[in-house]
C-alpha cells in the first residue's frame, strides 16, 4: 500500500468541512498529515511551506519538543479538572503570566476555548460590567463593517462581514457598526499603518449622536483585521477611538485573536499602537494552535466592579466546561516559554523589513491591485475576473498548494501570516513561488 493510500480515509463523505467548499474538497482531497517547524506534509508525501500559520494560530511553528512534552506530561499527570468552583495550579501560573505580559491594569483573565467564545465572553462581561455599576441602560455594542470575531451569535453580529450574516437570520438586537477602513483609493501599496483614514473613527461620535452615549455599552474592533483580507488601522485611528470611547464612558474591546502573540513584533496590538483597550479577546497563538484554548484580559476596573456582595455568591454567571483545561494549561505555559527562549516576538520585528520588501516586490506581477503588510502580515489584493468574484484567488491558492505553498484567500485577497520562526530562505519561497503563480492564473 502507497503512503498516500495508507493515510487516506475511504469515505470523506460524513464529515461537514467548516468554512470549505465541501464538494471541490471532496472531489480533489488536500489532505495534511505532519508537521514540522515551518512545513506540513501532505498524504502523496508533499513538503508544504506553512504560509498562514496554520490559520493564523501556530506562531512558534509545528511540532516544538517543548509543547508536545509538556501536553504528555500533563495529560498522564491530571487529564481534566472541573473549572467551576476548582482550581489546578497551571491556570493561575498562566492566567498571571498572560496579564503580565500586558501594561499594567489589564490584571485579570478568563479563559475559553476559541476567538468566537472569547468574543462572546467579553461582550457578556462588558454589559454585565455596566449593569453592575447600576448603568444596566448600557445594552448597545457597536461593531465594525467587514469585522470578523468569529461564528457565535454575539460575534456575527457585531461582525461585518455579509457571508457569515445573511443566512442566520436576525442577530443580537441594538447592535450598530463603525464603517471599515480599507481605503484602497487613497492607500493602496501603503507600506504599515496606512496615513488616510483616522477620521473614520468619528464615524463613533455620529453613532453616539444617534443612540445616545448612555445606551452604548462597547465597542469592539480588531486592531489589524485579519480574515476578511487584512485591513490596517490608518495612523491615529485606534488612538481615536480610544479617546471617545473614554469621552462616552463605553469600553473599548480589542479583538486580538489574531494580533496576539508576536504578530506584530511585539505581545499584543495593544503595545504595538501604544492604545490600552478595556478588554482584549485572544486564543490560536496562546497554545500556538497545539490545544484549544482562549481567553479575555480584562481591566482591574471591571473585574473589581464584578466582587461585591456576599462571598460565596458566584459573580459572573459564564463559563464553559473547558475553561482553563489543564491540557491546554500546559500548552499555553510552554508556548510562552518557546516564546520567550527563542525570543520569537523580537525575531518577527525584526525580519519584518524583509518580509515587507519582499510582499510588494510584487507591485508589478499581474493582476495585483494592492499590497498591504504589517509586522508578519501580508496581504496581496487581486482584481476579481469580472462576475467571477473569489475565483481568481481561489485559482492561486489551488496552485499554490500544488507547488508547496499554502496561502490564504479571503474573496480575491490572499493573506499571509507566517510562523514566527520563519527565515529568509522561506520568505523567498512564498514570494517566488506566488509570483510564478500569479502569472499563471486567468
Ligand atoms: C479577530 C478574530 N476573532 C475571532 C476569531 C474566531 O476564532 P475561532 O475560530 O477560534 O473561534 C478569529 C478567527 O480567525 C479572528 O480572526
Redesign the pocket.
Known amino acids: 500500500m502507497s503512503d498516500a493510500a495508507a493515510t487516506s480515509p475511504n469515505n470523506l463523505d460524513a464529515f461537514w468541512m467548516p468554512f470549505t467548499a465541501n464538494r471541490q474538497f471532496k472531489s480533489n482531497p488536500r489532505m495534511l498529515v505532519s508537521a514540522k517547524g515551518m512545513y506540513y506534509k501532505n498524504a502523496e508525501g508533499q513538503s508544504i511551506l506553512d504560509g498562514t500559520s496554520g490559520?493564523?494560530?501556530c506562531n512558534a511553528g509545528h511540532g516544538d519538543p517543548r509543547i508536545v512534552n509538556a501536553v504528555s506530561q500533563q495529560i498522564a499527570e491530571m487529564d481534566y479538572a472541573p473549572a467551576f468552583q476548582m482550581g489546578h495550579p497551571k491556570i493561575f501560573e498562566l492566567a498571571a503570566r498572560v496579564t503580565g505580559m500586558f501594561p499594567s491594569g489589564l490584571d485579570h483573565m478568563f479563559f475559553t476555548?476559541?476567538?468566537?467564545?472569547?468574543?462572546d465572553t467579553a461582550l457578556k462581561i462588558a454589559l454585565a460590567y455596566h449593569r453592575a455599576r447600576g448603568d444596566g441602560a448600557r445594552t448597545r455594542l457597536i461593531g465594525r463593517e467587514r469585522?470578523?470575531?468569529?461564528?457565535?451569535f454575539g460575534?456575527i453580529s457585531v461582525g461585518g462581514i455579509v457571508a457569515n450574516r445573511r443566512t442566520f437570520g436576525t442577530m443580537l438586537a441594538g447592535v450598530d457598526h463603525l464603517p471599515h477602513t480599507h481605503l484602497p483609493e487613497k492607500n493602496a501599496f501603503s507600506r504599515g499603518q496606512p496615513e488616510h483614514g483616522a477620521e473614520l473613527a468619528d464615524e463613533l461620535e455620529r453613532l453616539v449622536t444617534l443612540h445616545d452615549a448612555s445606551t452604548i455599552a462597547a465597542v469592539i474592533v480588531?486592531p489589524v483585521?485579519?480574515?476578511t483580507g487584512v485591513i490596517l488601522p490608518p495612523k491615529g485611528y485606534l488612538e481615536r477611538l480610544r479617546e471617545i470611547c473614554d469621552k462616552h464612558g463605553i469600553l473599548l474591546i480589542f479583538?486580538?485573536?489574531?494580533?496576539g502573540f508576536g504578530r506584530l513584533g511585539s505581545p499584543f496590538a495593544t503595545e504595538f499602537f501604544g492604545v490600552k483597550p478595556d478588554l482584549v479577546?485572544l486564543?490560536?497563538g496562546l497554545t500556538s494552535g497545539t490545544i484549544?484554548m482562549?481567553g479575555v484580559v480584562c481591566s482591574k476596573g471591571i473585574y473589581d466592579a464584578f466582587m461585591t456582595g456576599p462571598d460565596n455568591m458566584i459573580e459572573l454567571f459564564h463559563g464553559y466546561t473547558y475553561s482553563g483545561h489543564p491540557v491546554a494549561a500546559a500548552a499555553a505555559l510552554a508556548t510562552l516559554d518557546c516564546y520567550k527562549e527563542d525570543g520569537l516576538f523580537e525575531r518577527a520585528n525584526e525580519i519584518a523589513p524583509y518580509w515587507e520588501d519582499a510582499l510588494h516586490s510584487l507591485k508589478d506581477v499581474p493582476h495585483v491591485i494592492d499590497l498591504r503588510n504589517l509586522g508578519l502580515i501580508g496581504a496581496i489584493e487581486l482584481e476579481p475576473i469580472p462576475g467571477k468574484p473569489t475565483a481568481r484567488a481561489f485559482e492561486a491558492f489551488l496552485k499554490c498548494y500544488e507547488k508547496g505553498l499554502m496561502i490564504r484567500t479571503t474573496g480575491d485577497i490572499i493573506a499571509l501570516s507566517p510562523p514566527l520562526i520563519v527565515e529568509k530562505s522561506h520568505i523567498d519561497q512564498i514570494f517566488d513561488t506566488l509570483r510564478t503563480v500569479l502569472k499563471e492564473v486567468a
Open positions: 490559520l493564523w494560530c476555548n476559541s476567538g468566537s467564545e472569547s468574543v469585522g470578523y470575531h468569529g461564528t457565535g460575534g480588531e483585521a485579519g480574515s479583538d486580538e485573536v489574531i494580533t479577546t486564543a490560536k484549544p482562549g
